[in-house]
Nanobody
């Protein structure tokens, strides 16, 4: 039941990336979904989440106004549009349900913001 995130890469400060994650229908449709990240030496943190009806969202203060979470019920997918990226956004990004379930942690996708 691991959820696999994709779309990471190397980007310059101020640049943009879009992350995507597809889940099994029975997981996606029954749960709020979240994007998490873990920077080197830091604990994993919730970056953004979206309710299962898609009508409500949450953003961590550090990304509010720069990141946008969305979900596509037809594709059972959740995306994270990241704009105005900063060096401190460098981390491995994961998707999971929210609150997270241990079996759903996948490999994550590495986002590196550097000039």
């Amino acid at each position: 039941v691991q959820l696999q995130a994709s779309g990471g890469g190397l980007v310059q400060p101020g640049g943009s990336l879009r992350l995507s994650c597809t889940a099994a229908a029975h997981i996606f449709q029954r749960n709020n979904m979240g994007w998490y990240r873990q920077a080197p030496g830091m604990q994993r943190e919730l970056v953004a989440s979206i309710w299962k009806d898609g009508k409500n969202t949450y953003y961590a203060g550090s990304v509010k106004g720069r990141f946008t979470i969305s979900r596509d019920s037809a594709k059972n997918s959740v995306s994270l549009q990241m704009n105005s990226l900063k060096a401190e956004d460098t981390a491995v990004y994961y998707c999971n349900v929210q609150p997270p379930l241990e079996p759903c942690w996948g490999q994550g996708t590495l986002v590196t913001v550097s000039s």
